[in-house]
């Protein structure tokens, strides 16, 4: 389902679509309505920045797949793609600066400001982390993966603090379905992650634990896109069809 089109782009529709009524609806009006114009403003602002979030998970799941490989063949081939995506990551975190820079937090949910110094202190850690890649001999494509899972779960967990304060039924729910469908989308590029070691190596691991993983992961996709179909309204669910 979801590798037949620019998910990126319709994750950004799934959140910001809606988003754009719940503003309208929450400006109308004035004195008793002021506070909650405010609210839905701050939600705007951090909605657009969690598109440049998903952005940034965009391009690390896929420095994630090609350091998966790369380890998974014994760092024999893949590192002209992976160094060429190290560069694409840094440009997206370049963007991210920028954008966080624009928000002013101090009226936020104090979750979200935390969750965000979380994503700043784990990109701190990316150049270390590719050295750790590239330098270890020993260095697994579980370790690999293991790398990035900090990073991209709390760039992941931003997003579902958008919504907090709100007091707005129809963009919790909106938030919700954008959540879930961004963890279904890691989980299946998870299993690209793990098919890629696999190929590159030409066999699954002798104890099968890349196997096992890999069956979790499609488990795990099960279970968001469950998330999702229960959280979407319809035309939302035919953004993916």
Known sequence: MLQNLQIRSKLAAILLVPLAAVIVLSSIGIGSRVNQAVKASRAENVSQFAVTLTALVHELQKERSLAAGYVGGGKSTGYSDLAAQWENVDRQVVIFAREARKLHLTGYDPQLRQELRNVVSELAKLDAQRQEINQNPDIRVGDTLTLYDNIIQDILSVNGEIAV????????????????????????????????????????????????????????EDLWNAQFESFATGSQRNLLA
Do not use: I, P
Request: cysteine-free; glycine content about 8%.
């Open 165 to 220: 304060g709100s007091g707005n039924e129809k963009l919790l729910r909106t938030v919700s379905a954008f959540v879930a469908l961004s963890r279904m989308k890691d989980a299946v590029d998870l299993q690209r992650a793990y098919m890629n070691a696999v190929f590159s190596a030409g066999h699954f691991d002798a104890g099968q634990l890349q196997y096992h993983q890999f069956t979790r992961y499609v488990e795990a």
